[in-house]
């Protein structure tokens, strides 16, 4: 069991310490625009992923926006974006990024991107802008990355196992939910959960290509009966039975590799793309960095904090480090700073069993957080990824 630990522990290191992870955000930001209720004085700290949703709250034009991100690589991936926007027409950026595939991608980049990146970002283009360019193996740059690769994965038993392609698309396109769940009950359902896929599912290594850690899929076999394979199983009927897949962006370009003018993420849509090439990218910066590591050197105050699962991660053996970053998170909240996170488990109490002072005295996080569960709770409901086992709202107390 040991040398088992050893193996997954390995593996999972050297997924994310050596890929891009994430081609896009897997977090609801409809979600956390009621969460956080951003203004025009908010100074808001995310962890980057794929940077859609670090663009999607500078849409409400708050002071600014710090993209955050140990993985250089997601950091790349959001200046390649802002680049784009700065550079590029709205058709070629749509096929980019809206489409996934630019064929004449080398003679956009180095004629317009290359120059327009930082450094660091230069450099890891100068490898992999090819993931753009689309092909027989990789068609989509949404099929790139290592949770490209389980898309992919999931594409080629779409296609080649179960033979449930039309059937996908005729979901997709349903024209109501009543359709729609038609659909899934009747045709889908049986097709898709063939006992390969639920071994699969149970797998630390295929999920450690989408960005679980084994801390998290250890909480949800704990709190979830049936463990993660059933999780994911009744995450996944609730999405394709329950909720419209009409705006589901998140899923579509999984399992299409594109997403479509209609349902895209906000800044691929036309008129905002015009609002960035406005001037309004500016508000948005990245920081290759821990969270910790940044708030140190951060001379100012945050006000908004978007923690996405990463304290899933830290949740065993690194609580210390934990409990070090909401030390910092304290030591520079501004007053009336709102906090969300989300767990892959159905509880994630050891958060508020972090240490910290405050105000000279010592407390632990759940002293300073006041929770909004009732609204956590509604919205928790309606997210359209639906993969999450809990979401958290929080207020924190000021000093």
């Given at each position: 069991?040991k040398m088992?630990?050893?193996l997954?522990?390995r593996?999972?290191?050297?997924?994310h310490g050596?890929?891009l992870?994430y081609?896009?955000?897997?977090?609801d930001?409809?979600?956390?625009h009621?969460?956080?209720?951003l203004?025009?004085d908010?100074n808001?700290l995310?962890i980057t992923s794929?940077g859609?949703?670090a663009?999607?709250?500078?849409?409400?034009?708050?002071n600014?926006?710090?993209?955050?991100?140990?993985?250089?690589r997601?950091?790349a991936l959001?200046e390649?974006?802002?680049?784009a926007?700065?550079?590029?027409?709205?058709?070629t950026?749509?096929?980019?990024?809206?489409?996934?595939?630019?064929?004449?991608?080398?003679?956009?980049?180095?004629?317009?991107?290359?120059?327009?990146?930082?450094?660091?970002?230069r450099?890891?283009?100068?490898?992999?802008?090819?993931?753009f360019?689309?092909?027989r193996?990789r068609?989509?740059?949404?099929f790139?990355g290592?949770?490209?690769?389980?898309?992919?994965?999931?594409?080629?038993?779409v296609?080649?196992?179960?033979n449930?392609?039309?059937e996908?698309?005729?979901i997709?396109n349903?024209?109501?939910?009543d359709?729609?769940k038609q659909i899934?009950?009747?045709?889908l359902?049986?097709?898709?959960?063939?006992p390969y896929?639920?071994?699969?599912?149970r797998?630390?290594?295929?999920?450690?290509?989408?960005?679980?850690?084994?801390p998290q899929?250890v909480?949800?076999?704990k709190d979830?009966?049936?463990?993660i394979?059933?999780?994911?199983?009744?995450?996944l009927?609730?999405?394709?039975?329950k909720?419209?897949?009409?705006d589901?962006?998140f899923?579509?370009?999984?399992?299409?590799?594109?997403?479509?003018?209609?349902?895209?993420p906000?800044y691929?849509k036309?008129?905002?793309f015009?609002?960035?090439?406005g001037g309004?990218?500016?508000?948005?910066t990245?920081?290759?960095?821990?969270i910790l590591d940044?708030?140190k050197?951060?001379?100012?105050?945050?006000s908004?904090?978007?923690?996405?699962?990463?304290?899933?991660?830290?949740?065993?053996?690194h609580?210390?480090?934990?409990?070090?970053?909401?030390?910092?998170?304290?030591?520079?909240?501004?007053?009336?700073?709102k906090?969300?996170y989300?767990?892959?488990g159905l509880?994630?109490?050891?958060?508020?069993?972090a240490?910290?002072r405050?105000?000279?005295?010592n407390?632990k996080?759940?002293?300073v957080?006041?929770y909004?569960?009732?609204?956590?709770?509604?919205?928790?409901?309606?997210?359209?990824?639906?993969?999450?086992?809990?979401?958290?709202?929080?207020?924190?107390?000021?000093?």
């Amino acid at each position: 069991m040991k040398m088992i630990e050893w193996l997954n522990t390995r593996w999972f290191r050297f997924v994310h310490g050596n890929n891009l992870v994430y081609n896009t955000c897997w977090e609801d930001p409809r979600l956390d625009h009621v969460a956080l209720q951003l203004t025009p004085d908010d100074n808001v700290l995310v962890i980057t992923s794929a940077g859609c949703n670090a663009l999607d709250y500078a849409l409400k034009s708050p002071n600014h926006v710090y993209a955050v991100d140990m993985n250089p690589r997601q950091n790349a991936l959001l200046e390649l974006k802002k680049a784009a926007i700065r550079t590029l027409d709205y058709e070629t950026f749509f096929q980019m990024f809206g489409e996934g595939r630019l064929p004449y991608t080398d003679r956009v980049y180095d004629a317009k991107l290359r120059d327009a990146l930082p450094t660091d970002a230069r450099k890891y283009w100068d490898r992999h802008i090819g993931f753009f360019k689309g092909g027989r193996i990789r068609p989509s740059f949404y099929f790139c990355g290592t949770s490209g690769l389980f898309a992919r994965t999931i594409n080629f038993y779409v296609d080649r196992i179960a033979n449930i392609r039309n059937e996908v698309m005729d979901i997709l396109n349903a024209p109501s939910l009543d359709v729609q769940k038609q659909i899934y009950e009747e045709k889908l359902r049986e097709k898709f959960w063939k006992p390969y896929i639920r071994w699969m599912l149970r797998r630390d290594a295929t999920l450690a290509i989408v960005g679980v850690p084994k801390p998290q899929r250890v909480q949800v076999e704990k709190d979830y009966e049936g463990g993660i394979a059933r999780f994911v199983e009744d995450c996944l009927d609730a999405v394709f039975a329950k909720l419209p897949l009409q705006d589901n962006y998140f899923w579509r370009v999984y399992m299409t590799g594109r997403y479509t003018r209609s349902c895209c993420p906000e800044y691929l849509k036309e008129e905002n793309f015009y609002k960035f090439k406005g001037g309004l990218i500016d508000k948005v910066t990245t920081h290759t960095a821990s969270i910790l590591d940044f708030l140190k050197k951060h001379n100012g105050t945050i006000s908004r904090y978007v923690l996405l699962d990463h304290m899933d991660w830290l949740s065993t053996n690194h609580f210390p480090i934990l409990e070090q970053e909401w030390q910092a998170i304290v030591d520079r909240a501004a007053p009336g700073t709102k906090v969300i996170y989300r767990s892959g488990g159905l509880k994630a109490d050891f958060v508020d069993q972090a240490k910290i002072r405050q105000n000279g005295k010592n407390c632990k996080v759940g002293d300073v957080l006041h929770y909004h569960p009732e609204l956590a709770s509604e919205l928790h409901v309606k997210d359209r990824v639906h993969t999450y086992g809990s979401f958290y709202i929080a207020d924190l107390a000021s000093a």
